[in-house]
Nanobody
Framework: QVQLVESGGGLVQAGGSLRLACAAS????????MAWFRQAPGKERNFVAS????????RYTDSVKDRFTISRDNAKNTVYLQMNSLKPEDTAVYYC????????????????WGQGTQVTVSS
């Protein structure tokens, strides 16, 4: 099991940027694929981005391509989500998750989750 703690959320104006971080502890972080999901009020949790164990491969949902960048630092046991050109529709609780394959976009494919961090984008 991997313990995950997100940070970096907050309130930002549309067009602004935020950088989320997810610190991992427990089992060896570098063997896991990592992902970010988000959940807006009253909606289901949806895939945002994922990265493979080495950081060489990534995947994004269409709505964040060219705006968000996922990365990881295995020496620091941390995965990041750089979010630029934020829009009000990006408002959600953002969760990081650990799994076996970065190709998976379903939340049930990820076994370990953080508690989430709130991102609010004002218009």
């Amino acid at each position: 099991q991997v313990q995950l703690v997100e940070s970096g959320g907050g309130l930002v104006q549309a067009g602004g940027s935020l950088r989320l971080a997810c610190a991992a502890s427990g089992r060896t972080f570098s063997v896991y694929a990592m992902a970010w999901f988000r959940q807006a009020p009253g909606k289901e949790r949806n895939f945002v981005a994922s990265i493979n164990w080495s950081g060489s491969s990534t995947r994004y949902t269409d709505s964040v391509k060219d705006r968000f960048t996922i990365s990881r630092d295995n020496a620091k046991n941390t995965v990041y989500l750089q979010m630029n050109s934020l829009k009000p529709e990006d408002t959600a609780v953002y969760y990081c998750a650990a799994g076996l394959s970065y190709l998976q976009v379903a939340d049930k494919a990820y076994a370990d989750w953080g508690q989430g961090t709130q991102v609010t984008v004002s218009s």
